[in-house]
């Protein structure tokens, strides 16, 4: 259930006017209405790229605030104790939630090494594995408390503001991969421009999110929504969107599966 604040924050934005009503991909301003949650906030499917996304929207900065410590999420917010992170280092994760192993073996199926950009690494769990199987790896966390945890308890580099992925060296990273990190942004107006730059041609591009395959029915809807959006999730995705938008920036998809919980792509750089 959304906390009290999220949904009082929600009603002060309906009396506040103009409210912003635009896409947060290609910022159109036509888009229908697909279901509601708290009766508050509804979930919307641009009519120009097809992308769903929550509304009321929020602010850039209201959302940085948020992932500094509001964020809760289990082992994905959780900074462990010492001896917590080091029984979780000795297992290498496994048997949690974080366990990335899965995902080291789909993404070597694809290139076995190279510099590596772990997109919202939160404490550096993910940057860790990747590190440990052989990638020259590095993250971005926007929340400062789990950046600094990652750089000083489990060695890895993490960068942190907006400013130091802007000056990434153009076409220097040969895999990106974010994990059900793309959900929570409030604008991706410029996040598939930005992983295009970043890439070396023939790069690889990992994207992780929940399945919001078919929300625009409304059964499927009813099944989906408690995961789709809300406080936490700003955007829905389905498969359509994403291989339409991904080829539009000239990668091409080389992988797009549909699990029962989440869609999985691989795309390469042309």
């Not at 971005?140 to 950046?147: A, M, N």
């Not at 945890?149 to 153009?170: A, H, M, Y």
């Not at 994207?207 to 029915?217: L, Q, T």
Request: include cysteine.
């Amino acid at each position: 259930m959304a906390n009290l604040k999220y949904l009082t924050n929600v009603a002060k934005s309906y009396l506040s006017l103009p409210m912003d009503e635009t896409c947060p991909f290609c910022h159109c301003t036509q888009a229908k209405v697909l279901g509601r949650k708290y009766f508050l906030v509804q979930l919307r499917k641009c009519q120009h790229c097809g992308l769903m996304f929550r509304f009321p929207k929020e602010q850039p900065e209201e959302s940085l605030r948020f992932y500094q410590s509001d964020y809760k999420e289990g082992l994905t917010t959780d900074l462990p104790t010492d001896l917590e992170l080091k029984h979780l280092l000795e297992n290498k994760f496994q048997g949690t939630p974080k366990d990335f192993s899965d995902k080291i073996d789909l993404v070597k199926s694809y290139l076995s090494k190279g510099k590596f950009l772990d997109y919202g690494c939160s404490w550096g769990y993910g940057v860790w594995q990747f590190k440990q199987a052989g990638y020259d790896t590095v993250g971005f966390e926007i929340s400062q408390p789990r950046s600094e945890f990652g750089r000083r308890s489990l060695g890895v580099n993490i960068i942190s503001r907006s400013e130091d992925i802007n000056n990434i060296d153009s076409e220097s990273l040969d895999i990106i991969f974010t994990s059900h990190v793309l959900e929570h942004m409030p604008d991706i107006s410029h996040i598939f421009e930005l992983f295009y730059r970043l890439l070396k041609p023939n790069g690889i591009l990992a994207i992780f999110v929940p399945n919001c395959n078919d929300c625009d029915n409304s059964a499927i809807f009813n099944k989906k929504k408690s995961f789709a959006f809300g406080e936490k999730h700003t955007i829905a995705y389905d498969s359509s969107f994403l291989s339409q938008t991904l080829e539009s920036y000239k990668f091409s998809v080389l992988l797009l599966k549909d699990n029962l919980s989440e869609l999985q792509i691989i795309a390469k750089k042309l």
